[in-house]
């Protein structure tokens, strides 16, 4: 019985030796037919200076293949020193027009443009016979020659930062044109790809820009009201761009835009995916354009926050705790308090004061204390008496003794407690006891002790001057 379980272990063994053996060599083979292919890639890029359909397609199936694939650094700059030398050739029948091999050579810059940034944005610095790629794709667009392809090496194009020409302006007036007919036969692959070229034009535009941005806004907008009219699947790529054309520029888009925000919210009910991109814009506008914003949308963003507070959607509701934060900490040049909509329909404040509470998704509760904490910095007096009504320090000193939240919600909760005690002219809230404080003086992190330590000292002095006038 023992020789058997000895010869059973000695062929366990070689068995492990024949499958490493056999995986060793399955890796240096596949190292070897990869190194292979580079080479084939690098033969294709080679040949494709002779331009031939055969050639050019070729190429574009290796590029293809290996846009997929992690290279050395010195493999992607081979292929850039390659495809620098190959884009000045290669734009040479795309400018004269011939016509067999455009579509292929479009392809190919599709491909390289995919590849490697730099060699996106040595394509777009490049000059080819006395024009710019920018003014050889608009040409493209205007005349409707191979539009789709156009499109999508434009998008590649204006992926990248800092990529952006004087001859912007002309290709952005000509998209428009082209954007019209396309509304006008609802294609939506065109639209789609004219979102995209717009979203990341706008995501890396630059101050050096000096044209009109009318026309960028108008196309950004005309691009908007399609997506919510017809609820397309790419509308969020369309709010993507209205979010970037907001931050940007300062146009009192609110008052022109009210009835488009309006049916975007609308929307939002039934596509929970677009909510954070929403609060988003709602973020630009309480910040860059407060007057016609709180004039024109904070009900209409309380009734919204309302319902989707309520709705559990937890992966939405932090984004509306953020909107609230960000609404809260806005200062009011006016007479009016921005908070008092919010104390007036007080839903929202109890249900943020909910949130924080045991039982909450993590992600929501931090979300809801830091909310509070700003609630309560912005709060007057009569508002953080409100407050006061709905315990809320009670609910304070519960998260205080949860140690699953990070330092960064326990130290909100105790900037809270120490505003709230503030407010009270240092008579602290009821059940505020120290001992349940001095856990958090031992705390790793020097500002949660430093106000732990004034939040009991300020507590025993009331504690003190209580006793004093029992006494007198």
């Given at each position: 019985?023992?020789?058997?379980?000895?010869?059973?272990?000695?062929?366990?063994?070689?068995?492990?030796?024949?499958?490493?053996?056999?995986?060793?060599?399955?890796?240096?083979?596949?190292?070897?037919?990869?190194?292979?292919?580079?080479?084939?890639?690098?033969?294709?890029?080679?040949?494709?200076?002779?331009?031939?359909?055969?050639?050019?397609?070729?190429?574009?199936?290796?590029?293809?293949?290996?846009?997929?694939?992690?290279?050395?650094?010195?493999?992607?700059?081979?292929?850039?020193?390659?495809a620098n030398t190959l884009m000045t050739i290669l734009i040479n029948p795309i400018v004269?027009?011939?016509?067999?091999?455009?579509?292929?050579?479009?392809?190919?810059?599709?491909?390289?443009?995919?590849?490697?940034?730099?060699?996106?944005?040595?394509?777009?610095?490049?000059?080819?016979?006395?024009?710019?790629?920018?003014?050889?794709?608009?040409?493209?667009?205007?005349?409707?020659?191979?539009?789709?392809?156009?499109?999508?090496?434009?998008?590649?194009?204006?992926?990248?930062?800092?990529?952006?020409?004087?001859?912007?302006?002309?290709?952005?007036?000509?998209?428009?044109?082209?954007?019209?007919?396309?509304?006008?036969?609802?294609?939506?692959?065109?639209?789609?790809?004219?979102?995209?070229?717009?979203?990341?034009?706008?995501?890396?535009?630059?101050?050096?820009?000096?044209?009109?941005?009318?026309?960028?806004?108008?196309?950004?907008?005309?691009?908007?009201?399609?997506?919510?009219?017809?609820?397309?699947?790419?509308?969020?790529?369309?709010?993507?761009?209205?979010?970037?054309?907001?931050?940007?520029?300062?146009?009192?888009?609110?008052?022109?835009?009210?009835?488009?925000?309006?049916?975007?919210?609308?929307?939002?009910?039934?596509?929970?995916?677009?909510?954070?991109?929403?609060?988003?814009?709602?973020?630009?506008?309480?910040?860059?354009?407060?007057?016609?914003?709180?004039?024109?949308?904070?009900?209409?963003?309380?009734?919204?926050?309302?319902?989707?507070?309520?709705?559990?959607?937890?992966?939405?509701?932090?984004?509306?705790?953020?909107?609230?934060?960000?609404?809260?900490?806005?200062?009011?040049?006016?007479?009016?308090?921005?908070?008092?909509?919010?104390?007036?329909?007080?839903?929202?404040?109890?249900?943020?004061?909910?949130?924080?509470?045991?039982?909450?998704?993590?992600?929501?509760?931090?979300?809801?204390?830091?909310?509070?904490?700003?609630?309560?910095?912005?709060?007057?007096?009569?508002?953080?008496?409100?407050?006061?009504?709905?315990?809320?320090?009670?609910?304070?000193?519960?998260?205080?003794?949860?140690?699953?939240?990070?330092?960064?919600?326990?130290?909100?909760?105790?900037?809270?407690?120490?505003?709230?005690?503030?407010?009270?002219?240092?008579?602290?809230?009821?059940?505020?006891?120290?001992?349940?404080?001095?856990?958090?003086?031992?705390?790793?992190?020097?500002?949660?002790?430093?106000?732990?330590?004034?939040?009991?000292?300020?507590?025993?002095?009331?504690?003190?001057?209580?006793?004093?006038?029992?006494?007198?």
């Amino acid at each position: 019985m023992l020789n058997y379980k000895r010869e059973i272990f000695r062929i366990n063994i070689r068995q492990q030796k024949h499958e490493e053996i056999f995986l060793q060599k399955r890796i240096v083979s596949h190292q070897k037919e990869k190194e292979q292919s580079f080479e084939m890639l690098i033969q294709a890029m080679d040949n494709a200076k002779v331009i031939t359909l055969r050639n050019l397609d070729e190429l574009n199936g290796y590029l293809q293949y290996f846009a997929k694939t992690k290279l050395t650094i010195d493999q992607i700059l081979l292929v850039e020193h390659y495809a620098n030398t190959l884009m000045t050739i290669l734009i040479n029948p795309i400018v004269y027009n011939v016509n067999e091999l455009i579509k292929e050579i479009l392809t190919l810059l599709v491909n390289l443009a995919q590849f490697s940034e730099r060699i996106s944005i040595n394509l777009l610095k490049s000059n080819f016979v006395n024009c710019n790629i920018i003014q050889i794709l608009s040409s493209f667009i205007q005349n409707k020659i191979e539009v789709i392809l156009t499109l999508e090496l434009l998008m590649n194009l204006w992926g990248n930062s800092n990529s952006h020409q004087k001859y912007d302006q002309n290709l952005i007036q000509t998209i428009e044109i082209y954007l019209d007919c396309c509304i006008s036969i609802n294609d939506n692959i065109s639209i789609q790809l004219i979102s995209k070229c717009l979203k990341n034009y706008l995501q890396n535009i630059s101050d050096e820009n000096n044209f009109e941005y009318e026309y960028l806004i108008n196309i950004v907008r005309k691009l908007l009201n399609y997506g919510v009219q017809e609820s397309v699947d790419f509308l969020d790529v369309q709010i993507e761009a209205y979010c970037s054309i907001v931050q940007l520029f300062n146009h009192n888009f609110v008052i022109q835009d009210l009835n488009m925000i309006l049916s975007i919210l609308d929307l939002c009910i039934k596509k929970p995916e677009l909510i954070e991109m929403i609060t988003r814009i709602f973020s630009y506008f309480s910040i860059n354009e407060p007057d016609s914003f709180y004039e024109k949308l904070i009900m209409s963003v309380i009734q919204f926050s309302k319902h989707i507070i309520r709705s559990s959607l937890n992966e939405q509701i932090p984004c509306i705790l953020n909107l609230c934060s960000i609404i809260f900490h806005q200062e009011c040049e006016k007479n009016y308090n921005i908070l008092q909509p919010y104390y007036n329909d007080s839903v929202i404040i109890m249900e943020i004061i909910r949130l924080q509470e045991d039982g909450q998704p993590r992600k929501i509760r931090e979300a809801a204390i830091r909310c509070i904490k700003i609630l309560i910095e912005n709060s007057n007096e009569n508002q953080i008496q409100l407050l006061i009504f709905e315990k809320i320090h009670l609910k304070l000193m519960d998260v205080l003794n949860d140690f699953s939240l990070n330092s960064n919600s326990i130290l909100f909760t105790l900037i809270s407690l120490h505003n709230l005690m503030k407010t009270q002219r240092n008579k602290y809230p009821e059940c505020l006891e120290p001992q349940n404080l001095i856990h958090l003086t031992n705390s790793k992190n020097k500002d949660i002790q430093k106000i732990t330590y004034e939040i009991i000292q300020q507590v025993e002095e009331s504690n003190h001057n209580c006793m004093s006038n029992i006494l007198l």
